[in-house]
């Protein structure tokens, strides 16, 4: 368990497994069984980028025990606990996953997030 977590989460694994009929790839997503501890964090916007009058991309920072399953880029959460939470059945995709040193017993990753947004959702 992660010290200091304050929400559980969801892993969903994303594969593409067949083309549609108009030869587009269909994104399909596996959840996983368990339920995980975690701490979010959002990070800070680029400066730089806000004063240009450019969107950016709004992250955050995830820490979750290291133990889990294999995690991968394009892979997504989704909070689930508490209902409370801002983000409570959320999904945000990993953008990155940097693991902590090996030799710490801890042993958390570290996963960069974003918003998950369906283009067609019913959301």
């Known amino acids: ?22 030869g587009g790839a ?6 996983s069984l368990e339920l995980y501890s975690a701490r979010m964090q959002g ?15 709004h992250t955050f920072t995830l820490v979750i025990d290291r133990q889990i399953v294999p995690i991968s880029e394009r892979d997504e959460i989704e909070i689930v606990y508490p209902p409370s ?5 959320q999904r945000f995709r990993i953008i990155s996953v940097r693991y902590s040193d090996f030799t710490d017993r801890r042993a958390y990753t570290m996963l960069t997030v974003s918003r998950s947004n369906e283009a067609h959702g019913s959301q």
């Open 85 to 89: 939470y801002p983000y409570y059945g």
């Open 26 to 31: 269909v994104p399909s997503g596996t959840a």
């Open 1 to 22: 368990m992660v010290a200091g977590g304050n929400i559980l989460v969801q892993l969903w694994r994303i594969s593409f497994i067949t083309d549609d009929e108009v």
């Open 43 to 57: 990070n800070p916007d680029e400066q730089l980028l806000l004063s240009q009058g450019l969107e950016t991309e």
